[in-house]
């Protein structure tokens, strides 16, 4: 097992389990103890007892880590970890204690594993989710770890075992973790001979057994220190194994080769994709410099065009190389200033250039995501010296194009990554059977001196024909493919991994067959995760496949289910039919705009008893206000395209000549933003990267020094520095979707809508994440998009916790048609909801953390507080129902405004988050003239701290006419 992911998971598992949302990537490998919040005193879980089995198979690995986590807390909590996994490693399986035994998971579709594990957790009930995030990140999240209780998990990781000449070496990293209380250890090998031991440990005793050799070692009160190292004698010729998988056999062929490098012909013109974003500061800079002396050594004289790679491609830089020398563009790399998301797409292959050199994590998460085509002639090497870097989507592009991945660890790596540059060597160039299909190599060339194959077998007995190529010159190897081949526990999974790996190069365009690979094989892919649930019942209700025991009983509930999702689907539409009609009856109604009459001092205690207008005339200092006018009775049916009714008139006879917004400019007062706004435009740049590695791992500093950068004008810097919220959690969706929202403010749609989509794709349970991509298509003008992706929040069923979505949704597409400036297709639209509702006043708060509830709060010029509490106001202002689950919208709306001022609040009532958590960021859009061509609209972002916070957003000014 390698010394980075022992590292990563033990040291991580053992201190990092974090109680935060998302614990920090920027400064992995090694994550460090991270809490948020303001529960000053909660520590992290801590490891109280490891078990780690190691099984050996061929060349393949399996590691078992059993461990048990202890929560010093006073409280119940969630432990989320993040983790990477080197190119060779991968889940193999993953398992959670319930009710005494060790449940294993199951696969289910990425987004519906979220879905279901936060629907789970907010009903207290026991669920545990593997993930890909990105790349070769996992994240492992576990509810719950009770208050000063334990929790017990195990994950299986598989490995190739590296070759060291004619031996397997094994290594397992121990020094990487805190003190053990209880400490075990199993390692079982395939070997004819016992394995040499090097490192720690050495007091093993290895002991003949069934299948090999053996051997196990218990420790209380253990502190590991150092690495263990094993080592045994590889097989010297081709080696088969088979395996029996849910009807059907695959296999998996390993075959020796012999060294044959052999220096290649450089050519004259080479483009260099340096990936400049803030992820590419975690790499191995000096060991990429090490690797292009010796490529510009081998090159002798020549030119490059080098293209830096962040947020947007940037120009491409020209530099002569002469007679190997390279210190021009060796200085020009050197002076990187590392900032901003990764974007792959963005640039051009130039058809002069023969060969690219991609250096970058691979880890793609802005933008189009597709990386350009290249041309025939052309080759590319990807060069990853990061640790958790996509190194899938590497090689598949690597092979696409004719080179290869590389990886690139330290400067010790230098040497042989400089081989696998500057040679040819023997390469898969076509793979045959008699009767074996699927065929697929894990590469199409032999690392560690082996090439793997795999594929699914059709006859007893078959011939594998292995087509090879070194310096043009073909040949084949032949490997018989037998009914008396060893078993090997992975070999269909193998086969598996080697497929999805092949579809790396477009995931994209290759998520529906990842996904049903993913889920058959049960593997952790970007489509598919591993997901234990406490009960049957929550297999069926969320139509997941349990494990084999559960079965029986889940077809039998699962059949009620089914007729009850189509019954709710038909009922959700009737529902907002229904809520429709009676916000028409609402918009309908001639409200009086008129000076309120003084309520009856009975009348007045009762409404303060109750905290409507009564409460809102104290808390405004004006006079009480009459009682809210009740909600209308719903009306009758409308026609589906019925004409809207005439503005009614102000009862003085007035009617508003102008409406204004006036927003409270948000702006941070931390010491890093006085100096950004005090900074010459020269300066400030420099100045925010140098407050930069202070704040890397926050989302406020980002947004507070983009703000700056906007109101100085600075706007590609500006949209450069807000990228950077991509690099910071991989695929946390509350990050993300404020990053939308900022860009869409910065003007940036064509920016914002990628974000959403990959929102849209992550947390599709949720309607923010359709009504938010719609919104930013309506202001990329996709007009059509934009209304098909809103319908989509009213026709689901949603759960219970986000009121009211689908009106809100409805009355924003239904002003799209109104002023799209071309006839839009809406005949799949239900015409009983094709209305447009006009508003002189609209007033949208949303939020970023999930679990919490914040309040729109409008007060209007009679000093009446429209809120939660008081949704109908004299004159007609309307409250949307309160959302306390999360997220928002909430939402104010005024068909006919009362001239006068009308005061914007949020406010943060509270939150039942499992973790800890910061500052909430909100986000509020002041629309006057909404649903008209006329509209006008504001948008501000800002931070509300801890429960009970008010803040003034701003407000609305309604001029009158003069005269009657």
Same mark, same amino acid.
């Given at each position: 097992m390698s010394h980075a992911l022992w590292r990563a998971c033990l040291a991580g598992l053992a201190t990092t389990l974090l109680l935060a949302a998302t614990p920090p990537v920027i400064n992995l490998p090694m994550p460090q103890p991270f809490i948020s919040g303001t529960r000053a005193n909660e520590v992290p879980i801590q490891l109280k007892q490891l078990d780690v089995r190691v099984r050996v198979a061929g060349s393949q690995a399996e590691t078992t880590l059993d461990m048990t986590f202890h929560n010093p807390n006073g409280r119940q909590l969630e432990g989320n970890l993040q983790f990477p996994l080197l190119p060779h490693q991968q889940i193999a399986g993953f398992a959670l204690d319930i009710d005494g035994a060790m449940r294993p998971a199951v696969p289910v579709e990425k987004a519906k594993g979220r879905e279901v594990f936060d629907s789970i957790e907010r009903r207290q009930v026991d669920p545990a989710l593997l993930e890909s995030t990105a790349g070769n990140f996992f994240r492992l999240r576990i509810y719950p770890i009770p208050a000063q209780g334990e929790r017990r998990v195990q994950i299986r990781i598989s490995e190739s075992i590296p070759r060291d000449g004619q031996q397997y070496s094994y290594r397992l990293p121990l020094d990487h973790f805190n003190a053990v209380a209880d400490f075990h250890l199993a390692i079982d090998l395939p070997s004819r001979q016992a394995p040499s031991l090097q490192g720690a440990l050495t007091q093993l005793q290895f002991k003949p057994s069934a299948q090999g050799y053996s051997a196990v070692l218990d420790r209380d009160n253990f502190t590991p220190r150092g690495q263990l190292q094993l080592q045994w004698p590889t097989a010297a010729a081709p080696t088969v194994y088979r395996q029996s998988f849910d009807g059907e056999h695959f296999f998996v062929a390993e075959l020796p080769v012999a060294d044959t490098a052999t220096p290649r012909a450089l050519p004259r013109q080479i483009g260099l994709l340096w990936d400049s974003s803030s992820s590419g500061a975690r790499r191995q800079h000096a060991a990429e410099l090490a690797l292009l002396d010796r490529y510009f050594a081998a090159m002798g004289n020549g030119e490059v065009r080098l293209v830096r790679l962040r947020d947007r491609a940037e120009a491409v830089q020209h530099f002569r190389i002469v007679n190997g020398n390279w210190e021009a563009l060796r200085s020009a790399l050197q002076a990187t200033q590392y900032d901003g998301a990764t974007a792959l797409d963005g640039w051009h292959p130039h058809p002069g250039t023969a060969e690219y050199l991609l250096f970058s994590d691979g880890l793609a998460n802005y933008g189009s995501g597709s990386f350009p085509k290249l041309g025939s002639h052309q080759r590319l090497y990807a060069i990853d010296s990061s640790n958790g870097g996509d190194s899938t989507r590497l090689g598949a592009l690597a092979s696409l194009y004719g080179g290869r991945a590389i990886q690139l660890g330290s400067a010790q790596d230098v040497p042989l990554a400089a081989k696998k540059l500057l040679n040819d060597e023997a390469r898969i160039v076509g793979l045959a059977a008699d009767s074996a299909e699927q065929l697929v190599a894990a590469s199409p060339y032999a690392e560690d001196g082996l090439l793997r194959i795999a594929g699914r077998l059709r006859s007893a007995n078959d011939t594998l024909r292995i087509k090879l190529l070194l310096n043009g010159q073909a040949s084949e190897q032949r490997i018989a493919l037998r009914t008396d081949a060893p078993d090997h526990p992975h070999a269909a999974s193998l086969w598996a991994r080697y497929r999805i790996a092949q579809l790396g190069a477009e995931p994209q365009l290759n998520r529906g067959e990842i996904t049903r690979l993913g889920k058959r094989f049960s593997l952790v892919t970007a489509e598919t995760s591993l997901l234990v649930l406490d009960n049957v019942d929550d297999y069926a209700r969320y139509d997941i496949t349990p494990p084999a025991d559960y079965l029986p009983r889940f077809e039998k509930i699962r059949a009620g289910l089914v007729r009850m999702r189509v019954q709710a689907r038909t009922r959700q539409l009737e529902d907002v039919v229904r809520e429709f009609q009676e916000k028409i009856s609402w918009w309908e109604q001639a409200w009086p705009k008129g000076k309120p009459p003084r309520p009856k001092p009975a009348k007045r205690q009762a409404e303060a008893e109750m905290g409507t207008a009564g409460m809102a005339a104290e808390m405004a200092g004006a006079p009480p206000m009459a009682a809210a006018a009740p909600m209308p009775a719903p009306a009758p049916a409308m026609a589906a395209r019925s004409k809207a009714v005439s503005a009614v008139a102000d009862d003085d006879g007035a009617t508003p000549a102008h409406i204004s917004i006036a927003l409270k400019p948000w702006q941070a007062n931390a010491p890093y933003a006085r100096r950004l706004r005090a900074a010459t435009s020269e300066q400030r740049y420099q100045i925010y990267l140098d407050e930069k590695p202070s704040y890397l791992n926050s989302s406020a500093f980002y947004l507070d020094a983009a703000d700056i950068f906007l109101d100085k004008g600075q706007r590609d810097l500006a949209l450069r520095i807000l990228s950077n919220l991509a690099e910071m959690d991989l695929e946390n969706r509350q990050v993300l979707r404020i990053l939308g929202y900022r860009l869409l403010q910065a003007g940036a749609p064509e920016l914002a809508v990628p974000v959403f989509e990959r929102v849209r794709q992550m947390a599709e349970e949720e309607p923010q994440s359709f009504r938010d991509l719609g919104l930013a298509y309506a202001a990329q003008q996709r007009h059509q998009d934009a209304i098909?992706?809103?319908? $989509?929040?009213?026709?689901?069923? /949603?759960?219970?916790?986000?009121?009211?979505?689908?009106?809100?949704? *409805?009355?924003?597409?239904?002003? #799209?048609?109104?002023?799209?400036?071309?006839?839009?297709? %809406?005949?799949?639209?239900?015409?009983?909801?094709?209305?447009?509702?006009? *508003?002189?006043?609209?007033?949208?708060?949303? /939020?970023?953390?999930?679990?919490?509830?914040?309040? *729109?709060?409008? %007060?209007?010029?009679?000093?009446?507080?429209?809120?939660?509490?008081?949704?109908?106001?004299?004159?007609?202002?309307?409250?949307?129902?309160?959302?306390?689950?999360?997220?928002?919208? $909430?939402?104010?709306?005024?068909?006919?405004?009362?001239?006068?001022?009308?005061?914007? $609040?949020?406010?943060?009532?509270?939150?039942?988050?499992?973790? *800890?958590?910061?500052?909430?960021?909100?986000?509020?859009?002041?629309?006057? @003239?909404?649903?008209?061509?006329?509209?006008?609209?504001?948008? #501000?972002?800002?931070?509300?701290? @801890?429960?009970?916070?008010?803040?003034?957003?701003?407000?609305?000014?309604?001029?009158?006419?003069?005269?009657?």
């Open positions: 098909d992706t809103l319908y $989509e929040v009213i026709t689901r069923p /949603w759960d219970d916790r986000f009121a009211e979505v689908e009106l809100i949704a *409805l009355a924003e597409l239904n002003a #799209i048609v109104a002023n799209a400036p071309t006839k839009l297709d %809406t005949r799949q639209i239900d015409g009983r909801l094709l209305r447009n509702l006009p *508003l002189d006043i609209r007033a949208v708060l949303t /939020w970023d953390a999930d679990n919490s509830d914040m309040d *729109l709060w409008v %007060t209007d010029p009679n000093g009446e507080k429209c809120y939660y509490a008081h949704r109908l106001t004299y004159q007609g202002g309307r409250m949307s129902r309160d959302f306390t689950g999360g997220y928002g919208p $909430e939402e104010f709306s005024l068909k006919q405004a009362k001239p006068g001022k009308y005061k914007i $609040e949020a406010n943060f009532y509270g939150q039942r988050q499992q973790v *800890l958590s910061g500052e909430t960021t909100l986000q509020l859009k002041l629309t006057t @003239g909404f649903g008209k061509a006329s509209a006008k609209e504001q948008m #501000i972002t800002l931070r509300l701290k @801890g429960e009970s916070e008010t803040v003034f957003v701003g407000e609305f000014e309604v001029a009158a006419k003069s005269g009657k």
